[in-house]
Structures are given as structure tokens and as C-alpha cells.
């Protein structure tokens, strides 16, 4: 089934990939110079943002609800589970006051879930799986609308868990005597039919549906142009899609990882690069299933607070799996960790939300690992670019200080976010150090660091020429691709005999950084790994500047080469990169979005 899905993966993203060549091409999209340059197939966006976007691209999190008729308590009767839920007291409020809390901004309905009896809250005229008679979904749309939460409606592509309870979920007889011949829906094309009908049903009677979030394709819909017809019936609709990143699709879904270092580091298993549309989806249960199972599962709140900010911090949203009871109520430790967020978000509010990942095509300082310890993200304010947010969500082991790269970002002020009491700091050697720091928050401790704005002690865009010129075009929309070729050497000309204290490298965030196994084989960091820096004055005659090991870490690396080196050209040797044989997708493949070359480092004590 794993070779047979990654086949039909595979076929659909190139047909995909043609079409958004064939996109890209007539909207005149600069797409890559150089040899070996170029867009190469996770460039899944065009580069307007469709204006159908704005909501997910200005959300920070989610509510990904798994509810169903096998809820615990199961029901086997489509009936039985809806009076069972009215007697409850659902209500939909009650979900959108939930979400509000968490400052989510959507919330995905996941009820005709393969493992949930293929339930569908909502009147239906088309036989087949249990449709409800009160149209839970209609509420849900109407009061989310009412208090600016928007409903994504989840649909699946599977039909193989129809049998799973020990009764049958899926009725054949009535769909084929609905549609006039036999069909059967626990085969994927029977099913693939069955969903599809239902997709436009949907769209036909809720106007206000604002998107479909869809675990993964069904071949017929392939066969049938599903997406394209959702497009043009409902042009302002959004598709999400569970770990699959096809060009049509607004958002791509990364489901929960873990084994990070640190734990909460999602984003360290994220393959898909900034500025396409990303999603986290995680259980905020540390245990158990998707859905209710019956037990009050515990919740471990430093660690998704982590994720919560880890995702704002690379620009990646946060879809967080409650689980909803039978009457839609969560329980105890999840209504604690709701009711936790509701007091803690507030007064860090403006920087996690309006913000942009810092350490990555939007500027700003460097995130990741930092002094004794420490780690911590950046998020830089959309409306005021020069204000940027330091969040330690580790603290140094030791000390009242954290220091970090300042990206050649001049600080005119730092204060702490919740208190806003100024803290002394100091910039030298191109680092950060904020100083006498007594109030440590035990799960993100944030500093609102102001700039002059801009950025000093870097040659700007277009003064530093490149063998490849998406190497210093200051565009992160191209890229230098070595298509496997290693050893690869990048050659920069300062044009004339300028000074060079460091390189900063913005490798593309196509591939994770954490090692984990998919279909059985292991991925790893499509990165810099042993490389030289050498220079030249002529670009014949090199000697080298500094040989080392590049971190495999997500944002802006630097390559350091002293105080007193002046050259005209400076050369960059990649001998390695981190990922294994094992991993043919990344091995040997290295893509790098920019080099920017500094001059100096801000200084300020």
C-alpha cells in the first residue's frame, strides 16, 4: 500500500510540477539564473498570493477537531450518535469560544474521518455513510462566522478502515441504487466517487465553508478534476492537504513529528520552504489517538506552548488536535490547557501574531541554538519590520544573559515583552547579548528588540556579483540547485578589494533537519556539511580563510572569516552535505537560496 501510494504520489505531483511550470512561465515569474539554477518542484506557489489566502496567511494557529461516531462512547447507529450528542448539549459556541482562546483562527471539522464511521455532520441526499438529520456543520459555520473563527471541513480519501469496528460503516447498495448502478465504496473508486459527490454537495449548500483540509488524493478525483472544478465553482474556497505538496493546493499539512532536540522543535521536521503556506497539525494530548478515546489524557504544557511559538517562528501555522467528547466538551486536562492559553497568550499576543518567521527571507536576527544552552526563535512584526521579538523558549543553563547573532540588525532598545521594563545589552562581534535577565518565564520569556531598521555591515543586493547569480540576487524565490553534483564551489566578486568579515548562508528549507523515517527510510539535512573558504585577489590564486563543519540547523547560517581579511573574490567549497545515502531524495542535493557577504558588525556597548 506504501509503494502503491508513493507511486500515485509521485504521478500526480509531476503532472502538477508541467502545469505550474506552464503557470510560473506566464505570469513572467523569475524562476532561477545561472547554470544549474532553478525552481525546482516544491516551488509550489505562484508568485501572487491568491487573495483566498489572506486568512490562512494571517492566522498563527487552528483547531483540528476529530469527532465522530466512533467518539467514545462508540455508536454503531447514525441515529443513536446524534441524540446522543443533542441530549449532550453540543453546542458550537462553545468550539468557537474554545478556539478563541488559543487565538486560532479556523477551525478543521474532521468528522468523515475513515476511523470516526465516515460520519458526516450534515443533511445529506446522498446515501452511503451516516448523515446526521440536525446540521451540526451548518451551526458550526454560522456561529464561527459570528466571532471571525472560520470552518474548514476535513475529507478523506480512504476507504479501508470501513470495517474496522467489526460492523459495516460504508452502505454500497444504497449509493449504487442512489446513482444507478453498482458501486462499491470500500474500493478506492467507488469511494473516490462517493467523496466526490460529497465535496460538491458541500459547496453547494454552505456558501460560508471557507475550505476543504484533505488527507491525501483519491485517484479518481485525480481523474475527474476535483481541484480544478472546486476552483472554479468556489474560487475563495482554500485546500489544504495532508503531507503532500501539489501546486494547486493553498496549504500543506505536516502531520505531528517527534524526537526532536529540543522537543518542541517541530519545524526541524518541516521539508516544505517559506513563503509557501506550511501547517503544523499535533496532538496537545501527549498520548493516546486522534480523537477521545475515553481516558483523560494528560498535557504537557511547556511542550506545546514550545510548538506553539516554534511555528510562529518560522512561519508555519499551528493546527492543534483537541478532543472533543461526545457532547463536543473537551476533557478535564485539555479544558486546563484551553483555559491556560486563554490568560497566557494576551500579553505576548503582538509577537506571535501580524509576525513573520525571523532568520529567514524576512530578515531578522538568528534563530536556534544560542549561549549556554539557550534556544529560542525570532518573529519579526509585518507592520513594523524594524521591531523584531527575541522568544527563549530554553533558557541558558546559567547566567541572567542570552546572546545571539544580531544579522547585522542595529538594537536601539530591548525590553521584556510582559513587563515592559528595559534590559541593558550590548553588540559586538555581530552578536546580541541581552543582559540582567531576572524574570525568566518558565515557557517563552520574549524581548521586543527595536532597530534602526535595515541592516548594516553587509554588502547590499546587487554589489556582490556570483557564479550563480541567484546566489546575491536578494530574491529568495530563486535558488542554486547543484543537482547532486558534489564537490560544488561558489565563486562571489566583492569587485574590487573590499574588506570580508563573514558569509551568511540561507540554505533552502526544503528538507528537515531532523533525522526520521518515512516508508522506511531515513531522512536528513539537505545542508552544508564540510566545506572551505578561500580568496583571491585575481580569481586565479587562492588561499584559504577557514575550513569547518556547518551546522545542520533551519535559518541563516554564518560562516565567520576574521577582522583583517580584504579581497576582491571570495569562494565557497562544499565537499559534503549531512544527508545519507539512505535518504536519496536529499543525499548529495544542495539548494541555497542566498550568500550575503558582511563587512563589518555592529557595535554598540
Not at 489566502?53 to 446524534?82: I, V
Not at 490547557?337 to 506571535?352: A, C, G, V
Amino acid at each position: 500500500m506504501a509503494a502503491t501510494r508513493r507511486a500515485r504520489r509521485r504521478r500526480l505531483w509531476s503532472s502538477w510540477a508541467a502545469a505550474l511550470t506552464l503557470l510560473l512561465a506566464g505570469t513572467g515569474a523569475h524562476t532561477g539564473t545561472g547554470t544549474g539554477t532553478g525552481v525546482a518542484a516544491d516551488r509550489a506557489r505562484p508568485p501572487a498570493d491568491p487573495p483566498r489566502q489572506g486568512m490562512l496567511r494571517n492566522a498563527t494557529a487552528g483547531l483540528f477537531l476529530h469527532w465522530g461516531m466512533f467518539t467514545s462512547p462508540k455508536h454503531y447507529d447514525c441515529a443513536a450518535w446524534e441524540k446522543a450528542v443533542t441530549d449532550g448539549g453540543w453546542t458550537p459556541d462553545y468550539w468557537v469560544d474554545e478556539a478563541k482562546k488559543l487565538k486560532a483562527s479556523y477551525i478543521v471539522l474532521a468528522t468523515f474521518h475513515s476511523r470516526l464511521g465516515y460520519a458526516r455532520p450534515w443533511p445529506s441526499k446522498i446515501p452511503g455513510t451516516c448523515a446526521t438529520k440536525r446540521d451540526f456543520l451548518g451551526e458550526l459555520i454560522k456561529a464561527g462566522e459570528a466571532k471571525g473563527v472560520k470552518t474548514i471541513l476535513y475529507m478523506t480519501d480512504d476507504p479501508k478502515w470501513h470495517d474496522e469496528q467489526g460492523v459495516e460503516t460504508l452502505d454500497s447498495a444504497a449509493y449504487s441504487a442512489h446513482k444507478g448502478r453498482d458501486i462499491d465504496l470500500t474500493q478506492r473508486p467507488g469511494f473516490g466517487e462517493f467523496s466526490y459527490d460529497n465535496f460538491f454537495e458541500v459547496m453547494d449548500n454552505y456558501p460560508k465553508l471557507s475550505g476543504f483540509w484533505i488527507d491525501n488524493d483519491n485517484e479518481y478525483w485525480e481523474q475527474h478534476k476535483l481541484y480544478e472544478q472546486i476552483r472554479e465553482k468556489r474560487p475563495g474556497m482554500t485546500l489544504s492537504n495532508n503531507n503532500e505538496d501539489t501546486a494547486i493546493m493553498d496549504m500543506v499539512s505536516h502531520e505531528q513529528k517527534t524526537g526532536m532536540t529540543p522537543p518542541y522543535d517541530q519545524p526541524s521536521a518541516i521539508w516544505t520552504p517559506m513563503p509557501r503556506l506550511t501547517e503544523s497539525c499535533y496532538k496537545v494530548p501527549s498520548t493516546g489517538a486522534w480523537w477521545y478515546d475515553g481516558q483523560d489524557r494528560p498535557v504537557d504544557t511547556g511542550l506545546n506552548v514550545g510548538r506553539y511559538v516554534a511555528n510562529s517562528g518560522t512561519s508555519i501555522k499551528s493546527l492543534m488536535d483537541l478532543q472533543a467528547m461526545v457532547d463536543g466538551r473537551f476533557p478535564p486536562q485539555q479544558q486546563k490547557f484551553t483555559n491556560f492559553m486563554k490568560d497566557y497568550l494576551p500579553p505576548i499576543r503582538e509577537s506571535l501574531g501580524a509576525v513573520d518567521g525571523g532568520g529567514y527571507l524576512y530578515g531578522g536576527m538568528q534563530p536556534g541554538a544560542w549561549n549556554d544552552g539557550a534556544y529560542g526563535y525570532i518573529t519579526v512584526s509585518r507592520a513594523k519590520p524594524a521591531t523584531q521579538y527575541v522568544h527563549v523558549t530554553t533558557r541558558p543553563t546559567g547566567g541572567d544573559q542570552v546572546r545571539l547573532r544580531d544579522n547585522g540588525h542595529r538594537v536601539k532598545k530591548v525590553t521584556d515583552l510582559r513587563t515592559g521594563k528595559p534590559l541593558p545589552f550590548a553588540q559586538s562581534d555581530g552578536r546580541l547579548t541581552i543582559r540582567s535577565i531576572k524574570n525568566w518565564d518558565p515557557y517563552d520569556t520574549v524581548f521586543k528588540v527595536e532597530t534602526t531598521g535595515g541592516r548594516e555591515g553587509v554588502y547590499p543586493t546587487g554589489s556582490v556579483k556570483a557564479s550563480e547569480p541567484a546566489l546575491t540576487d536578494g530574491d529568495f524565490a530563486t535558488y542554486t540547485d547543484n543537482k547532486g553534483g558534489l564537490p560544488v564551489s561558489y565563486t562571489l566578486d566583492l569587485g574590487g578589494r573590499k574588506k570580508a568579515t563573514h558569509l551568511g548562508v540561507n540554505q533552502r528549507e526544503w528538507s528537515p533537519t531532523h533525522n526520521r523515517s518515512t516508508f522506511g527510510r531515513p531522512e536528513d539535512s539537505a545542508r552544508i556539511k564540510d566545506y572551505t573558504v578561500s580568496a583571491s585577489d585575481d580569481g586565479t590564486r587562492w588561499r584559504r580563510i577557514r575550513a569547518g563543519v556547518l551546522e545542520s540547523a533551519r535559518g541563516i547560517r554564518f560562516i565567520d572569516l576574521g577582522d583583517r581579511l580584504t579581497t576582491r573574490y571570495l569562494k565557497l567549497d562544499v565537499a559534503t552535505t549531512w544527508a545519507a545515502a539512505g535518504a536519496p531524495n536529499f543525499h548529495r542535493q544542495l539548494k541555497i537560496d542566498e550568500i550575503q557577504v558582511g563587512h563589518g558588525h555592529v557595535s554598540r556597548r
